[in-house]
């Protein structure tokens, strides 16, 4: 039986009705979602959304104050230990000690999680390989590079083979060049059939997802591929406006009633407007009148970063009222 | 148990990395041996001290040579007026001086008291009331020869056995040495550095740098992670329990007259209560330097004030002796000063021995679960 025949097919987690209160602040408040086997799943939103708490749970870290997780056939709520022993973690923070070589970490974390003799040499040299580590095992870990850090933080979290790896942010300060070769890694991981849940801030990553779940305080309010969200959450045309003073025509467009969102992108600006034909003729009228030339108007297929702010404004405003 | 002694071996790795936390562990209860052994001594061996002999006879030079022969008093000065000797005590040049009158001679021949004046800097107490006891020996000693030999001129036998004359024998302690009395209780306070500072330190900096996190989700239960922290702390403290006893019997020449496993013991039953509050001060410490500040005024102070180690429990107000109760070094420094000074076996030490025992259990066990609380 192949992992890749399964794939698409079995949940790999499931999350039915997930409620964590502090007190009375309830920071994950009734969430329910799957995620497959062998996919990609992005777990998106703001700080304080409820992520980590979320997180924290999924790996039986704490338990959840009403409903329950299947995590890798895994109950969080009364097995966690089992939980804990079939998936890898790997925190913002870099979780590796410093201050040891990186083959005593190796042999730390494989201990830890009870590999012996020739699992543990099979497993250390699976590890230096992919750290692009090979020979260099006497190395002191704060030696190393940034990526390399991170490659290695991610082989030893999934040393043990777990069948789940969540990674919570794992590209913070790392370079571009490293961020595209770690999620490389991330996908080499997926094709192999080991289920990644990750979370970011780089909305460009999450590009590389295969299904992304948005959640702000403590609810979940949109899911899907990329594509999806792109155009199942968001009505509104975009329109990327070329032209002189982009600075002074940015502010004229945010005073205009029939402009909904703007926002800029390098030289150009992002209008986000409901009716695509009036608001051509009315943003040329507008700027003429301030004598602002229009190089380009177009229309464009909006960015994640355009869904979500749209999304998460909606949703703020929602709370609010 | 697997899993325990994997953590211990990382501890060990990484406390080879620390270059400066190796030496702390090695060279601090070196240094504080050195620091109590010779510097803290409260022994008084020379008293400078100035003298005016107005009376320049036979007798009173005879007198003086008493105190010189004496060993503990070294004569800065023969002064020949009051200026001198009030200037050589104000610039603190001298603790005392000692003043011989006119007729010093003259009234011992004639069978007259014959007064002496010593005069003292006092603003160190303690010092002049050892100096003040070395004098009144000296001129006690010198009558009692004045009337011998006064006994032998007449032939009429004064005796001298019809007043009380105090046999002292001091019991463990011989010479009164601070040092005896401060070096065995040294290992209270080394034990008190590795276990509470040192261990606190090493599971803030975990949570610190973020590999607490990353511990937590592994399949490592909170025991395991508690045990395999304090292990390498509790043999740190017993390698360094090791070195201090060894410079104290070696160098020091203080011998342990009671049992040496009994003495093990006893240090057993104190780490716990020290581990469990490196435990405590662990979880709610953020930072290492906030553990290290908490350890330093919140631990070590009261605990080297209040637990007889430097002052006595007896001279406390009431209030202070309560407090010193629920300190468990001033058990184990009353264990340590028994069993090494002087001998006394397990049996005469049942209640100090119980209560390190409960104080320790208590602790841990209530820190541990704070700690496993901390965790999640």
Not at chain 1, 12 to 38: P, R
Not at chain 2, 76 to 87: E, F, H, L, P, V
Not at chain 2, 151 to 180: C, F, H, M
Request: aromatic share 10%; with cysteine; hydrophobic share 45%.
């Amino acid at each position: 039986m192949s992992l890749s025949s399964q794939k698409g097919n079995m949940n790999s987690i499931e999350v039915k009705n997930l409620t964590k209160k502090f007190g009375s602040f309830t920071a994950v408040d009734g969430i329910s979602f799957n995620v497959k086997e062998g996919e990609i799943f992005g777990f998106l939103g703001a700080n304080g959304a409820g992520k980590s708490t979320a997180i924290r749970i999924l790996c039986g870290i704490i338990e959840p104050t009403s409903g329950d997780a299947i995590v890798g056939g895994y109950s969080v709520m009364n097995e966690p230990d089992k939980v804990k022993l079939n998936i890898g973690y790997m925190s913002q923070k870099f979780s590796l000690y410093n201050d040891l070589t990186v083959e005593e970490n190796i042999n730390f974390f494989g201990g830890v999680y009870g590999l012996i003799k020739n699992k543990l040499e099979d497993r250390k040299k699976w590890v230096l390989k992919v750290a692009y580590l090979e020979g260099k095992e006497k190395l002191l870990t704060k030696d190393l590079p940034g990526g390399i850090k991170q490659r290695l933080a991610l082989a030893i979290a999934v040393i043990h083979e777990p069948k789940i790896v969540f990674l919570d942010e794992p590209t913070g300060g790392v370079d571009p060049i490293s961020r595209r070769n770690f999620w490389e890694l991330i996908n080499e991981l997926s094709h192999k059939g080991i289920t990644v849940f990750v979370t970011t801030h780089y909305l460009d990553e999450a590009e590389y997802c295969n299904s992304i779940t948005l959640i702000n305080a403590g609810k979940i309010i949109a899911s899907g591929t990329s594509k999806e969200l792109k155009t199942k959450y968001l009505t509104n045309t975009m329109l990327e406006v070329e032209c002189d003073r982009v600075v002074e025509a940015l502010d004229i467009f945010s005073k205009q009633d029939w402009v909904e969102e703007t926002s800029i992108f390098g030289n150009y600006i992002h209008i986000s407007v409901e009716d695509e034909n009036s608001a051509r003729s009315l943003a040329e009228k507008t700027l003429k009148e301030n004598n602002i030339k229009i190089i380009r108007m177009d229309k464009i297929v909006p960015t994640l970063e355009d869904v979500f702010i749209y999304l998460l404004e909606k949703d703020t405003k929602k709370n609010v009222k | 148990m697997k899993t325990i002694l994997n953590i211990v071996i990382k501890e060990f790795l990484q406390l080879k990395r620390d270059p400066i936390l190796l030496r702390l562990v090695f060279l601090a209860p070196i240094l504080q041996l050195l620091l109590f052994g010779y510097a803290a001594n409260m022994d008084l061996n020379t008293v400078h001290t100035a003298i005016w002999d107005q009376d320049r006879t036979l007798d009173s030079r005879d007198l003086i040579e008493r105190f010189q022969e004496s060993g503990y008093f070294e004569i800065d000065r023969y002064a020949d007026n009051y200026k001198q000797i009030t200037n050589d005590i104000n610039k603190g040049k001298v603790l005392c001086a000692i003043i011989i009158p006119h007729d010093f001679e003259k009234d011992i021949k004639t069978n007259h008291p014959a007064p002496l004046q010593a005069i003292f800097d006092g603003s160190d107490g303690n010092k002049t009331s050892i100096a003040l006891g070395y004098i009144q020996g000296i001129a006690v000693n010198y009558a009692n020869n004045i009337l011998l030999k006064s006994s032998d001129k007449t032939g009429r036998k004064i005796s001298i056995a019809g007043s009380i004359q105090p046999e002292i024998r001091v019991w463990y302690n011989p010479d009164l040495k601070t040092r005896v009395f401060m070096v065995p209780s040294i290992m209270g306070l080394i034990l008190l550095i590795t276990t509470i500072i040192l261990m606190s330190m090493a599971i803030v900096k975990e949570r610190e740098i973020g590999t607490l996190e990353q511990l937590i989700v592994t399949p490592i239960k909170p025991y395991q992670l508690i045990l395999g922290k304090l292990i390498p702390f509790v043999i740190l403290g017993f390698v360094d329990i090791l070195l201090v006893q060894t410079v104290m019997v070696f160098w020091f020449g203080i011998a342990i007259r009671g049992s040496f496993f009994f003495l093990l013991f006893a240090s057993f039953l104190f780490v716990l209560s020290t581990l469990g509050i490196g435990l405590f001060l662990s979880t709610i410490s953020k930072t290492q330097q906030q553990a290290m500040m908490v350890a330093q005024f919140g631990i070590m102070m009261p605990f080297i004030y209040l637990s007889g180690f430097a002052f006595p429990i007896e001279n406390m107000p009431k209030f202070f002796q309560y407090i010193t109760y629920l300190i468990p070094l001033r058990y184990y420094i009353t264990i340590l000063r028994a069993v090494i000074l002087k001998g006394a076996p397990f049996s005469d030490l049942i209640p100090e021995t119980l209560i390190l025992l409960i104080m320790g259990v208590l602790i841990l066990f209530a820190s541990a679960r704070r700690f496993k609380k901390r965790l999640s």
